[in-house]
Structure formats: C-alpha cells, structure tokens
C-alpha cells in the first residue's frame, strides 16, 4: 500500500497561533496532547527519536503526529540533551511522557529547562503520577481506570466490566487534563509577574476526576455501588443498547418524562408500558423494549425515530460515523492527504482550527524548525529515512 503523500508542517491559525510546542516523543496521551495544541494552531515541533519509537503504527498514518513537524535528536548522544535545551530556550510548552525521573537522568527535567527558559509550560503526562508507590510501575490505560473505579462501573451487571478502548483513561483522564492544565499555566504564565511551572498530570488523576458527578450521587443514595444497576450505567431500560432485526444496535437515551413518553409511543407499545419509576417493573420493561426493537432492523428504526425527540440513535460503526448526515453537515470528520479522520475541536468563531497538514515524519522538518526558530541547526534524519 502507498502511504498517503504528506506536505510539510508550518505554523498556522487558531487560538494558539505563535505558541511553540516542544514535544518529546512518546505513545499514547502524550502526542495526543500535543496533537490537540497543535490542532488549535500552536508550532508543535516533535523530538523524535533515531529508530523510533510507539506502537509499530506506519509513521504516514499516524494522525496523532499531525499538524506538527518532526527533528531527530538522540537524547543519549553527548549533544542531545544541549539540542532539547536549545530548542526550549525558545519554546512556551514542552510536554513530555517518561517515567519519573528519566527526563532528569537525561538531563532535561524540569530543573534544566526552567533554567533556560523561567517562563515554560512544563507538562508531564504519566498513568500513575510523578509521585506515590506505582509511580515508578509500567502501566496502560486499562490499569489506571481499573484502580479508580471507573473500569468497574462500565458494562453489564452480570459480566465483566466492558473495556472502553483507551478513550476514558488515555485520552479523557490524561491527554485532555494535560491540556486544560498547559492553558492554564500558559495563562498564568502569561500574567505580569508570571512564571512557568511544572503540570503533573496523571491518568489516575483525571479518571478519577471524571466521576465527580456519580460519586456526588453515590453520596446521596441515587447511585448503587454495583454496574448495570443504576440510571446511566445501563441498567434502566431506558437508558442503552438495543439489539435490533439485522444484529445492529439502537441506542436510547429517553430519561426525561416528556423524552420518555415521545420514545415509547413511537415505539408503539405505549399503552403497554409503567410508569418510568416504578423500578420493580424495569426487567419487564427492558424485555418488552428488547423484543419491539428485534421485529425491525437498525435503518427502519432510524426512519422511525428521525427528526423526533425521543432521544434514539443508531449505534454506528467508526466507518460508518463519517456519512452520518449530522456528522457530515457540521464536517465533524475531515478528509485530508487520503485519511478519513476527526476534524479539530472544539470550533472558534474568530481563530478557526484546521488540519494543515498530515502525519509528521520523523526527522523530515529540521531545516524549516531551525530557520523558523532560530537554531543554526536541528535534528534531520538521514537521507535515507526521508
């Protein structure tokens, strides 16, 4: 298969136009983080790795490298860390995803950059957190929501909890709080008298985060400690999954009275049904919603509940997502460079976000990076990796 072509980063608009992204390469929230700064329009400029580094993912399909330009620099090499450091004197953010104490060793750490530049954004994206007893353990996504709780509350009462991909842990609970931390300090950074500092974000930190509300109603006695028994876990029969005619799902959502009456009369077993609260009922209510939704199949149902306020919607595959006519009219997905992927977001009337550009490939953009950020030189791959 031939890769898709890739043109070259440049800095371009949305709301962080002028901010400069140092971005130490790694897998997982850390480049996601930064491809999202990125997106919003700052200079994200990747320190890759000689022999790479990551998940084994085509270096031209990685979409999380968009946006951004690459250099190679090897930290271990008795130049690299000077390289880093030359490039922080110069930028506002560095993000970076090692284990604790590795940026330190290598003689980049927090210390060392904010030396050189007082005023940088120093923002440090880990699963356990820069300090505690697993600080120092490997770790993934499914781990971190697993100790927090948020892995036990996702799926059917009578099976094992249902794994989220590495939506809620990686991205939710750690790329986007190590964002939201990044402006924040950028903002401070930014005042009269304002200094850079270090963001510790940490996945453990921002899952658990994440379920403030449910612990807010675990408090008050409206939610069971237990998954699939609660109002928005699945376990309220009008609230998730229904499997349709064709082996499809249909997904509703119909929690409001008004919601609630609108959903069952367009299912057609109104005067069939209780009272929404009268929970003793809820198992007979999920069978009789179960087997109305089998007699038709997903795109039946979909004409059935359109344009309504019934709160349904088909369970669309991620191919399928993009020719959602909802999706396609706001251009929530975007093609660019032979990718089908995720616009930008969110939107911004004045500094609109975009994809620029495609994957970043490792080491492709040091002659633009060292003219554009006043470096005599910077980290270029071999020829024969270009």
């Given at each position: 298969m031939t890769p898709p072509p890739t043109s070259r980063p440049t800095p371009g608009g949305g709301p962080l136009a002028g901010v400069r992204v140092v971005e130490l390469a790694g897998i997982g929230p850390g480049p996601f983080a930064a491809m999202v700064l990125a997106d919003l329009g700052a200079d994200v400029v990747r320190v890759d790795r000689p022999g790479g580094a990551g998940l084994g993912i085509d270096s031209a399909y990685d979409l999380t490298n968009r946006n951004k330009r690459?250099?190679?620099?090897?930290?271990?090499?008795?130049?690299?860390?000077?390289?880093?450091?030359?490039?922080?004197?110069?930028?506002?953010?560095?993000?970076?995803?090692?284990?604790?104490?590795?940026?330190?060793?290598?003689?980049?750490?927090?210390?060392?950059?904010?030396a050189r530049n007082p005023r940088l954004v120093y923002g440090r994206m880990t699963g356990w957190g820069q300090e505690g007893p697993l600080a120092d353990r490997a770790g993934h996504d499914i781990g971190y929501i697993a100790v927090t709780g948020t892995l036990g509350m996702i799926g059917r009462a009578d099976?094992?909890?249902?794994?989220?991909?590495?939506?809620?842990?990686?991205?939710?609970?750690?790329?986007?709080?190590?964002?939201?931390?990044?402006?924040?300090?950028?903002?401070?950074?930014?005042?009269?008298?304002?200094?850079?500092?270090?963001?510790?974000?940490?996945?453990v930190d921002g899952a658990a985060h994440l379920?403030?509300?449910?612990?807010?109603?675990?408090?008050?006695?409206?939610?069971?400690?237990?998954?699939?028994?609660?109002?928005?876990?699945?376990?309220?029969?009008?609230?998730?999954?229904?499997?349709?005619?064709?082996?499809?799902?249909?997904?509703?959502?119909?929690?409001?009275?008004?919601?609630?009456?609108?959903?069952?009369?367009?299912?057609?077993?109104?005067?069939?049904?209780?009272?929404?609260?009268?929970?003793?009922?809820?198992?007979?209510?999920?069978?009789?919603?179960?087997?109305?939704?089998?007699?038709?199949?997903?795109?039946?149902?979909?004409?059935?509940?359109?344009?309504?306020?019934?709160?349904?919607?088909?369970?669309?595959?991620?191919?399928?997502?993009?020719?959602?006519?909802?999706?396609?009219?706001?251009?929530?997905?975007?093609r660019h460079g032979g990718i089908t992927q995720p616009a930008p977001a969110p939107r911004f009337s004045a500094t609109p976000g975009a994809v620029r550009t495609g994957p970043a490939l490792p080491g492709a953009d040091a002659v633009s990076v060292a003219r554009d950020w006043g470096l005599p030189t910077a980290g270029e791959a071999p020829a024969a990796d270009r």
């Open positions: 690459s250099v190679l620099i090897d930290l271990k090499a008795d130049d690299g860390p000077a390289a880093v450091l030359d490039l922080v004197e110069r930028a506002d953010v560095l993000v970076e995803g090692y284990r604790p104490g590795v940026a330190e060793r290598l003689g980049i750490g927090p210390d060392d950059c904010l099976e094992a909890p249902a794994v989220p991909a590495n939506l809620v842990g990686d991205y939710a609970g750690g790329s986007l709080y190590l964002v939201i931390g990044i402006l924040a300090a950028l903002r401070h950074a930014g005042t009269e008298g304002g200094t850079g500092q270090v963001v510790d974000a940490a996945v379920t403030t509300m449910i612990h807010a109603m675990m408090a008050a006695g409206g939610w069971q400690d237990r998954r699939g028994t609660n109002l928005l876990d699945g376990g309220c029969p009008f609230y998730g999954c229904y499997e349709t005619a064709d082996g499809q799902y249909m997904a509703v959502g119909a929690l409001e009275q008004r919601f609630y009456a609108e959903f069952f009369g367009l299912l057609g077993i109104a005067d069939e049904v209780p009272s929404r609260k009268d929970f003793d009922r809820w198992p007979e209510l999920r069978a009789a919603v179960a087997a109305r939704f089998k007699q038709r199949t997903r795109a039946e149902w979909t004409e059935v509940f359109e344009g309504s306020d019934a709160c349904v919607a088909p369970v669309l595959s991620l191919r399928e997502a993009p020719e959602h006519p909802h999706l396609a009219a706001r251009g929530t997905f975007v």
